[in-house]
């Protein structure tokens, strides 16, 4: 990938120390909520900012647009989910469910290894409002059209992820 946002990118993720990185943008990669990541922009994410997110060993991907909550496996290197299955164990380096009794593991980006072992994106657009859509994305684990947010908490070298419905109950 070329251009300014993906130069100042490489630069950013090459510089940090931090064992774990969330990156942020609007965007999803990957949704099957009330967007679906064949339209252009979310391809583009995908094709072009998502190589460069997973060579560098990004943890955690965080993107609104679809306005729902969905949680991808732990993957890699999917350029067209369409094609792909839990089965495809190259592509899905965790098909589980990431929930706290069997939580997704992968290295430290301090570990030299940790190029390519495995991103989770989210798509967290569901605190104002919520909208329908298709909910059977190859590449989720976890789709929901509720209304909530995303707490993220750290211990040490873990990282818990979790969505909050606004009853309070956790997914």
Known sequence: ATGAMATWLISDLSSTTADHVVVSFHHPPYSDGSHQDHET???????NIVPILEQHGVSLVLSGHSHSYERSHLITGIEDASTV???DTCK???AGSGAPSTPYRKPLRTDPSVANSGTVYMVTGSAG???SGGFSHNVMHLSVQQLGFTRIT?????MDVEFVSTSGATV
């Open 41 to 47: 922009a979310m391809r583009e994410m995908r094709l």
């Open 92 to 94: 899905f380096v965790d």
């Open 85 to 87: 299955t839990t089965s």
């Open 129 to 131: 409002k919520t909208s």
């Open 154 to 158: 750290f211990s040490g070298d873990q």
